[in-house]
Protein backbone atom coordinates (compact mmCIF):
# COMPACT_ATOMS: atom_id res chain seq x y z
CA UNK A 1 0.00 0.00 0.00
CA UNK A 2 1.18 3.32 -0.93
CA UNK A 3 2.33 5.53 1.73
CA UNK A 4 3.15 9.27 3.03
CA UNK A 5 4.58 8.88 6.34
CA UNK A 6 4.48 12.08 8.54
CA UNK A 7 6.90 11.64 11.75
CA UNK A 8 4.92 13.30 14.31
CA UNK A 9 1.18 13.38 15.01
CA UNK A 10 0.91 15.90 17.59
CA UNK A 11 3.46 17.86 18.90
CA UNK A 12 3.55 21.02 22.22
CA UNK A 13 6.84 23.58 21.32
CA UNK A 14 7.36 26.80 23.04
CA UNK A 15 7.45 29.82 21.38
CA UNK A 16 10.81 30.53 19.84
CA UNK A 17 11.80 26.43 19.64
CA UNK A 18 13.01 24.95 16.63
CA UNK A 19 10.37 23.07 15.15
CA UNK A 20 11.33 19.59 12.32
CA UNK A 21 8.19 17.98 10.45
CA UNK A 22 9.56 15.07 8.46
CA UNK A 23 7.82 13.50 5.72
CA UNK A 24 8.74 9.98 3.83
CA UNK A 25 6.90 9.04 0.98
CA UNK A 26 7.56 5.55 -0.45
CA UNK A 27 6.17 5.97 -3.84
CA UNK A 28 9.22 7.30 -5.32
CA UNK A 29 6.96 10.63 -6.35
CA UNK A 30 9.05 13.49 -7.48
CA UNK A 31 7.39 16.29 -6.28
CA UNK A 32 6.53 17.19 -2.43
CA UNK A 33 4.64 19.31 -0.84
CA UNK A 34 3.88 20.79 2.74
CA UNK A 35 0.44 22.27 3.06
CA UNK A 36 -0.75 23.99 6.51
CA UNK A 37 -4.83 23.22 6.72
CA UNK A 38 -6.41 26.32 9.29
CA UNK A 39 -10.15 26.00 10.17
CA UNK A 40 -12.27 28.27 7.28
CA UNK A 41 -8.66 28.44 4.91
CA UNK A 42 -8.77 25.23 3.45
CA UNK A 43 -5.27 23.99 2.64
CA UNK A 44 -2.71 26.44 2.07
CA UNK A 45 0.73 25.43 0.36
CA UNK A 46 3.72 26.34 2.16
CA UNK A 47 6.74 24.90 0.29
CA UNK A 48 7.30 22.00 -2.52
CA UNK A 49 9.79 20.47 -4.14
CA UNK A 50 10.08 19.08 -7.73
CA UNK A 51 13.37 17.48 -7.33
CA UNK A 52 16.33 16.70 -4.50
CA UNK A 53 16.92 19.34 -3.19
CA UNK A 54 14.79 21.79 -5.09
CA UNK A 55 12.71 23.85 -3.72
CA UNK A 56 9.81 26.49 -4.57
CA UNK A 57 7.85 28.93 -2.13
CA UNK A 58 4.27 28.33 -2.46
CA UNK A 59 2.04 30.92 -1.27
CA UNK A 60 2.56 31.34 2.83
CA UNK A 61 6.62 31.02 3.21
CA UNK A 62 7.23 33.14 6.20
CA UNK A 63 8.45 32.20 9.33
CA UNK A 64 9.10 28.18 7.39
CA UNK A 65 12.10 26.60 5.40
CA UNK A 66 12.62 22.91 3.84
CA UNK A 67 14.64 20.70 3.36
CA UNK A 68 15.18 18.05 0.49
CA UNK A 69 18.13 15.79 0.49
CA UNK A 70 16.72 12.39 -0.73
CA UNK A 71 14.00 12.09 -2.99
CA UNK A 72 11.78 10.31 -0.74
CA UNK A 73 12.35 12.69 2.34
CA UNK A 74 10.67 16.40 2.27
CA UNK A 75 11.10 18.04 6.37
CA UNK A 76 9.90 21.34 7.29
CA UNK A 77 11.48 23.47 9.39
CA UNK A 78 10.22 26.38 11.57
CA UNK A 79 13.10 28.24 13.41
CA UNK A 80 11.80 29.48 15.98
CA UNK A 81 8.20 28.46 16.28
CA UNK A 82 5.57 31.12 17.14
CA UNK A 83 1.66 31.04 18.53
CA UNK A 84 0.47 31.69 15.13
CA UNK A 85 2.10 28.74 13.88
CA UNK A 86 -0.11 26.67 15.90
CA UNK A 87 -1.90 24.16 12.89
CA UNK A 88 -2.26 20.84 11.50
CA UNK A 89 0.19 20.69 8.72
CA UNK A 90 -0.19 18.24 5.74
CA UNK A 91 2.61 16.53 3.80
CA UNK A 92 1.77 15.03 0.30
CA UNK A 93 3.26 13.79 -3.07
CA UNK A 94 2.64 13.58 -6.44
CA UNK A 95 4.71 12.06 -9.51
CA UNK A 96 5.92 14.18 -11.37
CA UNK A 97 5.09 12.28 -14.83
CA UNK A 98 2.09 14.26 -16.77
CA UNK A 99 -0.06 16.49 -14.63
CA UNK A 100 -3.33 14.29 -13.77
CA UNK A 101 -1.30 12.90 -10.75
CA UNK A 102 -3.37 13.81 -8.03
CA UNK A 103 -2.17 14.13 -4.73
CA UNK A 104 -1.25 11.22 -1.50
CA UNK A 105 -1.07 12.43 1.60
CA UNK A 106 0.25 12.18 5.32
CA UNK A 107 -1.84 11.80 7.98
CA UNK A 108 -0.83 15.25 9.20
CA UNK A 109 1.19 17.12 12.26
CA UNK A 110 -1.16 18.61 14.50
CA UNK A 111 1.47 21.10 16.11
CA UNK A 112 0.51 23.45 18.98
CA UNK A 113 3.01 26.51 19.96
CA UNK A 114 2.81 27.70 23.99
CA UNK B 1 -4.82 33.83 -9.60
CA UNK B 2 -7.21 30.73 -9.87
CA UNK B 3 -9.50 29.99 -7.10
CA UNK B 4 -11.78 27.31 -5.71
CA UNK B 5 -14.96 28.32 -4.03
CA UNK B 6 -17.55 26.05 -1.93
CA UNK B 7 -20.78 26.82 -1.29
CA UNK B 8 -21.76 26.09 2.56
CA UNK B 9 -18.97 25.23 5.03
CA UNK B 10 -21.45 23.40 7.02
CA UNK B 11 -24.05 20.99 5.15
CA UNK B 12 -26.47 18.97 7.27
CA UNK B 13 -28.71 15.95 5.69
CA UNK B 14 -30.62 13.30 7.05
CA UNK B 15 -29.48 9.72 6.66
CA UNK B 16 -30.72 8.31 3.39
CA UNK B 17 -31.25 11.58 1.98
CA UNK B 18 -29.38 13.07 -1.43
CA UNK B 19 -25.49 14.72 -0.48
CA UNK B 20 -24.96 17.72 -2.66
CA UNK B 21 -21.69 19.52 -1.87
CA UNK B 22 -21.13 22.28 -4.56
CA UNK B 23 -17.67 23.23 -6.16
CA UNK B 24 -16.80 25.92 -8.53
CA UNK B 25 -13.15 27.12 -10.06
CA UNK B 26 -12.12 30.09 -11.80
CA UNK B 27 -10.26 29.55 -15.03
CA UNK B 28 -11.13 30.17 -18.79
CA UNK B 29 -8.98 26.84 -19.29
CA UNK B 30 -10.83 23.84 -17.88
CA UNK B 31 -8.41 22.42 -14.73
CA UNK B 32 -7.85 18.61 -13.26
CA UNK B 33 -10.91 18.31 -10.43
CA UNK B 34 -10.57 16.58 -7.75
CA UNK B 35 -12.97 15.73 -4.89
CA UNK B 36 -10.62 15.00 -1.33
CA UNK B 37 -12.04 13.79 1.60
CA UNK B 38 -10.87 13.98 5.09
CA UNK B 39 -12.08 12.17 8.54
CA UNK B 40 -11.09 13.42 11.95
CA UNK B 41 -7.65 13.67 12.51
CA UNK B 42 -6.61 12.30 9.39
CA UNK B 43 -5.14 13.44 6.05
CA UNK B 44 -6.93 13.87 3.32
CA UNK B 45 -7.86 10.73 0.80
CA UNK B 46 -8.83 10.82 -3.18
CA UNK B 47 -12.48 10.27 -3.51
CA UNK B 48 -12.41 11.00 -7.48
CA UNK B 49 -10.87 13.27 -10.04
CA UNK B 50 -11.88 14.31 -13.04
CA UNK B 51 -8.87 14.87 -15.92
CA UNK B 52 -10.04 14.33 -19.74
CA UNK B 53 -13.32 12.25 -21.48
CA UNK B 54 -16.57 11.51 -19.56
CA UNK B 55 -17.78 14.25 -17.59
CA UNK B 56 -19.62 12.51 -14.66
CA UNK B 57 -17.26 10.97 -12.66
CA UNK B 58 -17.62 7.41 -10.36
CA UNK B 59 -15.32 7.48 -7.13
CA UNK B 60 -15.18 5.68 -3.94
CA UNK B 61 -18.18 4.99 -1.34
CA UNK B 62 -21.25 5.89 -4.13
CA UNK B 63 -19.92 9.06 -5.10
CA UNK B 64 -20.09 11.04 -7.69
CA UNK B 65 -19.00 14.37 -9.46
CA UNK B 66 -20.05 15.76 -12.69
CA UNK B 67 -17.81 18.36 -14.79
CA UNK B 68 -19.79 21.19 -16.28
CA UNK B 69 -17.25 23.25 -18.11
CA UNK B 70 -20.31 25.86 -19.04
CA UNK B 71 -20.88 26.81 -15.22
CA UNK B 72 -17.04 26.25 -13.94
CA UNK B 73 -19.03 23.89 -11.64
CA UNK B 74 -18.27 20.37 -10.33
CA UNK B 75 -20.55 18.93 -8.12
CA UNK B 76 -20.54 16.16 -5.90
CA UNK B 77 -22.96 14.30 -5.20
CA UNK B 78 -24.43 10.76 -3.13
CA UNK B 79 -27.83 9.39 -3.73
CA UNK B 80 -28.11 7.69 -0.18
CA UNK B 81 -26.29 9.26 2.70
CA UNK B 82 -24.85 7.15 5.01
CA UNK B 83 -23.67 7.82 8.88
CA UNK B 84 -20.23 6.93 8.12
CA UNK B 85 -19.67 9.96 5.36
CA UNK B 86 -19.94 12.35 8.37
CA UNK B 87 -16.46 13.97 7.35
CA UNK B 88 -14.85 17.06 5.67
CA UNK B 89 -14.67 17.52 1.88
CA UNK B 90 -12.74 19.58 -0.11
CA UNK B 91 -12.57 20.43 -4.13
CA UNK B 92 -9.00 21.04 -5.60
CA UNK B 93 -8.21 22.20 -8.99
CA UNK B 94 -4.96 20.85 -10.53
CA UNK B 95 -2.96 23.17 -12.99
CA UNK B 96 0.29 21.57 -14.28
CA UNK B 97 1.59 20.74 -11.48
CA UNK B 98 -0.21 22.96 -8.82
CA UNK B 99 -2.65 22.43 -6.46
CA UNK B 100 -6.17 25.19 -5.19
CA UNK B 101 -8.01 24.18 -2.74
CA UNK B 102 -11.15 25.13 -1.93
CA UNK B 103 -12.02 26.10 1.63
CA UNK B 104 -13.97 23.14 2.48
CA UNK B 105 -17.55 21.74 3.37
CA UNK B 106 -18.52 20.31 6.46
CA UNK B 107 -20.79 17.32 6.07
CA UNK B 108 -22.76 16.03 9.21
CA UNK B 109 -25.36 13.38 8.67
CA UNK B 110 -28.25 12.74 11.05
CA UNK B 111 -30.14 9.94 11.94
Known amino acids: DVKVTQSSRYLVKRTGEKVFLECVQDMDHENMFWYRQDPGLGLRLIYFSYDVKMKEKGDIPEGYSVSREKKERFSLILESASTNQTSMYLC?????????????FGEGSRLTVL | AQSVTQLGSHVSVSEGALVLLRCNYSSSVPPYLFWYVQYPNQGLQLLLKYTTGATLVKGINGFEAEFKKSETSFHLTKPSAHMSDAAEYFC?????????FGPGTRLSVLP
Open chain 2, 92 to 100: AAGYGQNFV
Open chain 1, 92 to 104: ASSSGTGNTGELF
